[in-house]
């Protein structure tokens, strides 16, 4: 409910012109006097472009980094009036105030730290790899930033790379219940669902009964439409290789020790949707949503072999 209040107030300031500036969502006075975009610029879209682009031209950066929790609520704004702004717009306003800071090493990982709690976090608000990306990328490379930072983000980095739609996910390994080991490249279908869940989640316990009961994804797989690879991101001992043995015989089952250095599981259970190429299609899949398609696809497959 916080979240979302704070969307509505700053996306009421930016369609009521804010009044010579935009309040912050617990109406504390900004950090510095925001944009205001001209009278006879009525649209949503021009109006948040004008905004975001021209957002930061009246920031004291040396009072602002001095002032570390307005800082955050400022970059806060900014991000939210992004998600009514254009694609163009956006990445290169966030690559002007990189620039800004691209000798500095200090201030380009505290901006990278304020993107990563709104963005990439847990517990982010907005959620969007593509934007806080440039964030993680400026300081993953920066020259002025210790070993241990940069590393930390060259690992969100590869998570993010590999996650992406349109990535082609790598062929990685995993250990069957028995033991031996399978790879991506070994799994054949049309299309293959990742489907990373934990044998201690709940949530995860009743996905995996409603995906192995499901008619539609059973016909799906056995006329070789659809792969499903249940993965558990740990290690391989004795419990739940007990456990796993019990699945569907007719899914791939596997441990991936390494798999949230390659995959964002930030939910449980996580499902990614790959094509027969294991390019990735979508991923932050709903549950009902993919029962949903399944029943579909398997509508249409059924109607076409009548």
């Not at 790899?129 to 002025?144: C, I, L, N, Q």
Request: some cysteine; proline content about 4%.
């Amino acid at each position: 409910m916080k979240s979302y209040l704070r969307y509505l107030l700053v996306i009421a300031a930016v369609a009521a012109s804010m009044l010579g500036s935009c309040y912050a969502a617990d109406s504390e006075e900004p950090l510095f006097p925001y944009p205001t975009p001209p009278d006879t610029m009525v649209a949503l879209q021009p109006r948040c472009d004008f905004i975001v682009s021209r957002f930061w031209d009246r920031c004291n950066f040396g009072t602002a980094f001095r002032n570390p929790q307005r800082l955050h609520r400022a970059m806060g704004d900014w991000f939210y009036i992004m998600q009514h702004a254009s694609a163009d717009t956006v990445f290169s306003s966030i690559d002007k105030l990189l620039a800004r800071f691209a000798k500095k090493g200090n201030e380009t990982l505290a901006l990278a730290g304020i993107a990563e709690e709104w963005l990439f976090s847990d517990t982010a608000e907005i959620r969007s790899d593509e934007v806080y990306r440039p964030f993680a990328a400026a300081a993953a490379s920066h020259r002025k930033i210790n070993n241990a930072d940069k590393a930390r983000y060259q690992a969100q980095l590869q998570i993010i790379d590999n996650s992406r739609i349109g990535a082609n996910v790598r062929d990685f390994e995993f250990v069957r219940p028995d033991g031996t080991t399978g790879r991506l490249s070994e799994i054949t279908g049309a299309s293959v669902l990742l489907f990373f869940n934990d044998p201690d989640c709940s949530d995860c316990n009743m996905a995996r009964v409603r995906l192995a009961a499901d008619y539609n994804a059973n016909e799906l797989i056995r006329r070789g439409e659809l792969a499903i690879v249940c993965l558990y991101p740990g290690e391989a001992d004795d419990q739940w290789k007990s456990t796993a043995a019990h699945y569907p015989a007719n899914w791939a089952v596997g441990a991936m020790e390494d798999a949230d250095m390659w995959f964002d599981l930030r939910t449980s259970p996580s499902f990614y949707f790959l094509n027969s190429r294991h390019k990735m299609l979508a991923k932050d899949l709903d549950l009902d949503y993919l029962l949903g398609a399944f029943r579909v696809a398997n509508t249409r497959a059924t109607t076409t072999e009548q």
